[in-house]
């Protein structure tokens, strides 16, 4: 117990208690100290929360940018292999199986790399 300083200053404030101005005892201040570091790891918190709604929007631009291509989107000639009858794109060189010049109109049937910008483009046949 006297080891405990809390629990002496507590004592000391009961003692002297309604004549003692508790915001200048160190019961007071270490409780300040206490609530400051919550304040501190609050704002840490905040700030966890921003990045991700930085890295959300950042996402959602991404998407929204994908999107505008895909509607923009334009059209590509593909290069057409023969024996048996394939297309090629010219640009990631990804090679279409036989369904796709069976289906010109069918997009999904032409394949692309991932980051190939004439996968969200329209067949140009000519
Ligand atoms: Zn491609």
Request: net charge negative.
């Given at each position: 117990?006297?080891?405990?300083?809390?629990?002496?200053?507590?004592?000391?404030?009961?003692?002297?208690y309604?004549?003692?101005?508790?915001?200048n005892?160190?019961?007071?201040?270490?409780?300040?100290?206490?609530?400051?570091?919550?304040?501190?790891?609050?704002?840490?918190?905040?700030?966890?929360?921003?990045?991700?709604?930085?890295?959300?929007?950042?996402?959602?631009?991404?998407?929204?940018?994908?999107?505008?291509?895909k509607?923009?989107?334009?059209?590509?000639?593909?290069?057409?292999?023969?024996?048996?009858?394939?297309?090629?794109?010219?640009?990631?060189?990804?090679?279409?199986?036989?369904?796709?010049?069976?289906?010109?109109?069918?997009?999904?049937?032409?394949?692309?790399?991932?980051?190939?910008?004439?996968?969200?483009?329209?067949?140009?046949?000519?």
């Open positions: 117990m006297e080891t405990n300083p809390v629990a002496e200053m507590i004592i000391d404030i009961a003692k002297y309604p004549e003692i101005v508790v915001e005892t160190q019961w007071y201040k270490v409780n300040n100290e206490i609530t400051s570091e919550i304040e501190r790891e609050r704002e840490r918190k905040r700030e966890r929360e921003e990045e991700l709604i930085i890295i959300q929007e950042r996402r959602e631009r991404e998407i929204e940018e994908e999107l505008r291509i509607e923009e989107g334009g059209y590509f000639s593909p290069i057409v292999l023969t024996n048996p009858k394939r297309y090629k794109c010219p640009i990631c060189n990804a090679i279409s199986g036989t369904d796709a010049p069976k289906n010109p109109e069918d997009a999904s049937l032409f394949v692309h790399y991932f980051d190939c910008i004439n996968k969200f483009k329209k067949l140009e046949l000519k």
